[in-house]
């Protein structure tokens, strides 16, 4: 027994790479952030793109459900509109004082001896700016968000990979907005759902975005993220269904019940080293180790 101990402490640790999701996983749902995004979301679309309101519940769901994100779905229907604008009205007006210094987040995160990476669907600002809030923007090697997935603006989104940086706090070049689409031409998503038996497919969005496979890949690969050595953390069941899917370690975090592609849950994200059993394992190997060396030395004097 006493052998095996030995000889599991000179394995390699199962993780070397910790992948957070932002919002709703390193703060509580409660903060409100989340509601007064989504009713800012409403705003535009109403506002900005002039959407009848009557349509706005449904066409968030549909776009949302089959887009992973609102903004993406617009894109994918047709609508046309530039990217930093729609970030900073949807965002500009969350209430960030919600947000407060979580200290006993950031110990616990400075205390894992893992790389720590952000990966959100959210613009730059409002990570870093969240981040910031928390007091924890300092914890981690860097931040894959929106820009660092879509670094050209509109339509003309690059597939050279080349040309996409994961640099620490998501620097990304400054490309100017380009009108490349003048389209007016708006595919109706809800009649498409009301008539199925009509097999039209779904228009493509150009935004690469969570919970699309792809997108998931892609944020590996620009991080160097080797999914089978990762703990992925995520409020959102769809990100964990597809974060399992590329084969990363999942841990839901807001609820206590493990759903299906989730590996661990975890009610807050203070109690992160629960889904690290390693570190468990470490703290009790450390204590057999004092004790063993305690035994050792008696044998000795004996
Ligand atoms: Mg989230």
Redesign the pocket.
Known sequence: MEFDDRYRQVQRPKYECLLF?????LYPLSTGIATACLKNIKDYMVDKLGIDKSKIPDLCNLLYKNYGTTMAGLRGIGYDFDYDEYHSFVHGRLPYENLKPDPVLRKRLLSLPYRKVIFTNADKVHAAKALSRLGIEDCFEGIICFETLNPTHKSTVSDDEDDVEFVGLCNTPDIPATNTSASTEIFDIIGHFARPDLGLALPKSPIVCKPSVDAIEKALKIAKINPQRTLFF???VR?IQAGKRVGLHTVLVGSSQRVKGADFALESIHNIREAIPELLEDDMKSEVAYSGKVAVETSVTA
């Open positions: 999701d932002l919002d709703d996983t995520e409020d959102s990100n």
